[in-house]
Structure formats: C-alpha cells, structure tokens
C-alpha cells in the first residue's frame, strides 16, 4: 500500500503521495501566482469549521473569476477522500484552484486558461512552532516592504502574492525575530505571513478591519473575545497604538492563538505570554474539539 503518512494530494480525482504530484510549467498558477487557495485545519481526525472555509473558498474563486470545475459538494468530497485515505488525524489540508495553462502558450489573454483544482496535505503546520508560541512569539515590524495595497491586490481573496511577506520575513529571521508583521502605507498594522494580529487594551480587542484576510481564526477570536464579555473592535490600528497595547497576538489555522512577547525593542508583559492571549490560545484548541464546530472524517 502506498504511503500516505508524509503527505497526500488529490489531482484529477487521483490521491498521490504528496511527493509525487506535479503540475505544468506553463501554468499561470507559477507564472504568475495566479491561485486561490484554502486552508482547513484537521484536528483529531475531523475538519474544523468546514462550511467556513468552504464560504471563504467558493468566495475568493469568484473574485479571482476562478472556475473549478467542480461543484462544492464535489470539492468536499475530494479533501475527505484525501484525508482518509492519507491517514493524518492532524492535518493542514490546503484547497486549490490554479488559473492553468493558456491554449496558445505566451497568450495574454486569461480567459484562454484551463482552470483546475487540486487539494494536499501534510501533518498539522504550525506557522509559529509550538514551543515558540507557547513561550510567546517575537516579531519585527519593518519600515519597508508596506502590506500590498487593498486595491492592487485583494486581501480578501486568499492568495499567493507574498513578495512583500517575503522579504519581510528575510529581515526578521536576519535579525532574530520569529516572524513578521507588515504595515499598511497609513501605518496601520495590518497582517502576517499567515495569520491576523490582535492588540488587547483593558477590555478591548482590536484587529485590522481592512487591508487583510477575513481569517477564520479570526472570526473564531471575535467569537471567543465575545463570549469572555470584551469588546471587539476590527478597524484601522495605528502602530502607536499597537505597541501600547496590554498584550498582542496573531491568529492562524496554523496554530490557533500565538501570543506575542516582543515587538522589535518593545517588550511585553515582561517577556512573558499575558493571561487573555494565553487564555484565547487555550480556548482555542478547546473548540477545535467542540462537535458544533467539527465535520469527523471515516478513516480508512
Ligand atoms: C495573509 C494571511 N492573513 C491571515 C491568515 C489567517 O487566516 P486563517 O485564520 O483563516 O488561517 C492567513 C492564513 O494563511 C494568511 O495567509
């Protein structure tokens, strides 16, 4: 039996090892970055939140003008068959839709592309590694690259585009730091290499509404701040005002809530995780558990 355990894709209704899918050379999908894509996380052998991310999916399709070329039900039946039969009880499991090749190669003209969809997965990605998050994370908030602008490339739409997350990321680990957070050219803080950031002063819980992904982990941190009785706020926030904040942190599918101990030379809580952050990132991996939330996969 093939061995799935490193990883799985599904292609053309086909399940490889992850290291055996390919795609063309010629697709615009590499050419030109011309993807959407989601990310469902898989915990303890069940999808978490997958109406959502199926939402958000089926969204960004339609604002890249992308056709997959299968119904949703049909998409949902793909990841399922591909996590079962990979095994991976904790998983990323990515959803993607390429633009494809041209009919004439060098054509400029997008309409002339075979749209496609194909899914992977690998074990669980933390995009902080747990040990870090658990200690709390640090992060360097470059002058320069700026987040791309809202207007030039949507946010919103899950893309590929990270030229500027990128380089970013070059000046951060060159300097120590486990991460990047990028600034709109207001100065306004806006996201991160896959994941949305959050400023906690008193009982207010403050997060980009603009220039950045409508994160799942996000709406999930909106929820829990709620149900705590805090007061979420998703509008412009200035850098001054980050660096204020009581405590801070990220929020990704890959690894839920990551509490951030340092901010270039600003230190936090004394270099220590703050009790909301900490409490948000228990909670956190609590409803990755609740059933109201979850869709179990039948594994092989
Ligand atoms: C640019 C960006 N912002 C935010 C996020 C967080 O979104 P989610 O919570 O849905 O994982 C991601 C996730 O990959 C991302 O790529």
């Not at 003209?109 to 997965?121: L, Q, T, V």
């Not at 700026?146 to 893309?159: E, L």
Request: net charge negative; with cysteine.
């Amino acid at each position: 039996m093939t061995d799935l355990s490193k990883g799985a894709a599904w292609m053309a209704g086909d399940i490889l090892p992850i290291g055996e899918a390919k795609m063309s050379v010629m697709d615009w999908g590499l050419t030109h970055s011309d993807v959407t894509y989601d990310v469902v996380p898989v915990w303890k052998g069940g999808f978490f939140r997958l109406d959502d991310y199926m939402d958000r999916f089926l969204e960004s399709l339609s604002a890249m003008r992308l056709d997959p070329g299968l119904s949703r039900a049909q998409m949902v039946e793909a990841l399922t068959d591909m996590m079962a039969a990979s095994g991976l009880q904790d998983a990323y499991c990515a959803m993607v839709c390429a633009r494809g090749v041209p009919l004439i190669p060098g054509s400029r003209d997008p309409r002339e592309c075979g749209n496609h969809f194909y899914a992977w997965c690998v074990p669980y990605v933390h995009v902080i590694p747990f040990e870090v998050a658990e200690a709390g994370a640090s992060a360097l908030i470059p002058d320069s690259p700026r987040r791309i602008p809202q207007d030039s490339v949507n946010p919103r739409a899950k893309n590929y585009h990270w030229g500027d997350f990128t380089d970013g990321l070059f000046q951060a680990k060159e300097q120590g730091f486990n991460t990047v957070i990028l600034l709109d050219h207001a100065g306004n803080v806006t996201e991160g290499p896959g994941f949305n950031v959050f400023a906690i002063k008193g009982d207010r819980v403050v997060t980009s509404g603009h220039g950045v992904l409508g994160g799942i982990t996000r709406r999930t941190v909106l929820e829990m701040v709620a149900e705590r009785g805090m007061t979420p706020e998703e509008r412009p926030l200035p850098l001054e005002e980050f660096l204020e904040a009581d405590e801070v942190f990220l929020s990704s599918s890959g690894g839920g809530v990551t509490p951030v101990v340092r901010v270039g030379y600003r230190v936090f809580g004394n270099g220590a995780p703050g009790p909301v952050a900490s409490a948000l990132r228990k909670t956190y991996f609590d409803w990755l558990v609740a059933p109201k939330f979850r869709t179990e996969i039948a594994y092989a």
